[in-house]
């Protein structure tokens, strides 16, 4: 097993991270009532918020987005007061960066499902790899492990049974086509496609790249995953009014809609599930 790593451009994250320098509150104060700044990734998330900030403005909530190249600093800007709510998220990933970073953020509203993806360029089907077969995934721990599972999910794997929290390429015990595993940095895994038999992409790199993920991906998580999306708050805000109000905007029938009629299937409302 080799493992590649890849640096998101310096330029981009510290662009993004001064894009969020102002209009939010500081931790521990109440968020303004009359609008609300939320971070996203560029992509389904922030389609998905921009059309959740035109119900919010129905209801006389303004919502300003920030937009983010990675998935650290959305999480980062959030603590330190420079948004008030975030949505890119799912829980395992929330957990690790909160144990990661001493942090106390929350989840206080489901939002969607973007179901992982694995693709190839060189077969049709995952049955026709063969022995020996390279295969990309993220080398993050939280979407890294969340390929292997749909690797297992479908009888492709094996885990051992006390490592399936943290699981990791080393913690796989039977791999009967003998995949060879290299970690990616997430974001460039579909222009590193051609390089490896197949690889696994988050769900909004995929679209980024001109990927669907119902029509083009040779394994599709399935749709009881536990990997659904969140809007995220700091502890002390979880029972804002104002973030209620958010939640409920992008909980409307309108946005679930948008949802259906935008992504026809490569990204699910979860909000119900």
């Given at each position: ?7 998101l ?7 993004a ?11 521990g ?22 059309e ?8 006389g909530?303004?919502?300003?987005l ?12 959030l ?10 998220q ?11 970073h001493?942090?106390?953020l ?6 969607i ?5 694995v693709y190839s360029?060189?077969?049709d089907?995952?049955d026709?790899?063969?022995d020996?077969?390279?295969?990309g995934?993220p080398?993050?721990p939280?979407?890294?492990a969340?390929?292997?599972?749909i690797?297992?999910e ?14 990791s390429?080393y913690?796989?015990?039977e ?10 940095e ?9 390089e490896v038999?197949a690889?696994?992409?988050n ?11 119902k ?5 599709l ?14 502890a002390?805000?979880k ?7 958010f ?6 029938e309108e ?8 992504f026809?299937g490569s ?7």
């Open positions: 097993m080799k493992k590649i790593g890849f640096l451009s310096t330029v981009l994250l510290t662009g991270l001064v894009a969020c320098g102002d209009g939010a509150s500081s931790p104060k109440a968020i303004n009532e009359d609008k609300i700044v939320v971070g996203v990734t560029a992509g389904p998330h922030e389609q998905i918020v921009e959740a900030a035109k119900v919010a403005a129905k209801d909530l303004e919502v300003e920030k937009v983010f190249s990675d998935y650290i600093l959305p999480n980062t800007a603590s330190e007061g420079d948004l008030d709510a975030n949505s890119y799912h829980e395992p990933f929330l957990d690790t960066f909160n144990k990661d001493s942090t106390d929350v989840p206080v509203g489901k939002t499902l973007n179901p992982m993806g360029d060189k077969y089907s995952i026709d790899l063969p020996g077969a390279t295969f995934l080398n993050d939280t979407n890294g969340r390929a292997l599972y690797l297992e479908n009888g492709y794997i094996k885990i051992k049974e006390d490592k399936r929290e943290t699981a390429i913690d796989i015990e791999n009967p086509k003998n995949l060879k595993f290299i970690e990616l997430a974001a460039q895994i579909p222009k590193q496609l051609g038999d690889a696994a992409i769900t909004n790199f995929a679209l980024e790249a001109g990927i669907n993920p029509e083009d991906s040779i394994l998580e399935s749709s009881n995953s536990p990997y659904v999306n969140f809007i995220v708050v700091r002390e805000n029972d804002d009014p104002t973030i209620q109000k939640v409920k905007a992008y909980q409307s946005v679930r809609k948008f949802i259906e009629e935008e026809k990204v699910l409302a979860s909000w119900d599930e």
